[in-house]
Nanobody
Framework: EVQLVESGGGLVQPGGSLRLSCAAS????????MSWVRQAPGKGLEWVSAINVPGSTDYADSVKGRFTISRDNAKNTVYLQMNSLKPDDTAVYYCAASLRMSSGTSRSEYDYWGQGTQVTVSS
């Protein structure tokens, strides 16, 4: 069974940093683009960032300059470094895999989807 397991979430004060990790297994990780998508309380899914197979990246305007996505194909892991966090960044963060780089906000646009990790930004 394909697995995407997120970790690294938690409670952080505004202005703080967190690094999320997503460990993939049972599919050819190096052949897939990887994305981070988040869902704030009471809101819909919001695409955050994506990285394709060669390593090109893209970001939502709301996180550009503050978040950095990266991948380590040897470890089958994708990361999201989040700096200068704001209360509006509070959400469940999901990683997702797709054969083509996506900025979609529907689960159906991705081949695989993780269970999510909670990020709470509050003083």
């Amino acid at each position: 069974e394909v697995q995407l397991v997120e970790s690294g979430g938690g409670l952080v004060q505004p202005g703080g940093s967190l690094r999320l990790s997503c460990a993939a297994s049972r599919f050819i990780f190096s052949s897939y683009a990887m994305s981070w998508v988040r869902q704030a309380p009471g809101k819909g899914l919001e695409w955050v960032s994506a990285i394709n197979v060669p390593g090109s990246t893209d970001y939502a305007d709301s996180v550009k300059g503050r978040f950095t996505i990266s991948r380590d194909n040897a470890k089958n892991t994708v990361y999201l470094q989040m700096n200068s966090l704001k209360p509006d960044d509070t959400a469940v963060y999901y990683c997702a895999a797709s054969l083509r780089m996506s900025s979609g906000t529907s689960r159906s646009e991705y081949d695989y989807w993780g269970q999510g990790t909670q990020v709470t930004v509050s003083s």
